[in-house]
């Protein structure tokens, strides 16, 4: 006799289940807006942020870049953490660094060429 009375409530289940199901689905579309973006990021996520600005790290670099004080971090017992924004503060003077430094080069070469062309016309 009790199973008989648990099948015929057997359709009230699934459509309550179907109900929950069905308001369930609503909160995530209604929840469904993109996430901030994080501002203090571990070792991946800065990883990861990097590689999305075009410069690949792997993480030695990163844990060599730390254990000289290269790059902006804290650490919190163990754990190595950056600021979102000074890591891109960092990577764009890095950045500028390194095209100055190929600019100076690329003067010099240029300089050292017209003078080797200016001495061999003598």
């Known amino acids: ?3 008989q009375t648990n099948h015929q ?3 009230q289940k699934i459509d309550t289940v179907i109900d929950q ?3 369930i689905r609503k909160l995530l579309e209604k929840d469904n ?3 901030p973006v994080l501002k203090t990021l571990n070792l991946q996520g800065v990883i990861e942020f990097m590689s999305a600005q075009g410069i690949n790290v792997s993480p030695s ?3 060599k870049l730390t254990s000289t004080s290269a790059i902006p971090f804290k650490k919190f017992g163990r754990r190595l953490l950056f600021d979102r924004d000074e890591i891109m503060q960092w990577s764009k003077s890095k950045m500028a660094a ?3 430094e190929k600019e100076v080069v690329t003067n010099l070469a240029e300089t050292a060429n017209k003078k080797g062309k200016a001495n061999h016309g003598k």
């Open 1 to 3: 006799m009790v199973s």
């Open 9 to 11: 409530n057997f359709p």
């Open 21 to 23: 199901l069905e308001a």
């Open 33 to 35: 807006v993109p996430n």
């Open 61 to 63: 670099c990163m844990y």
């Open 98 to 100: 390194i095209n100055a």
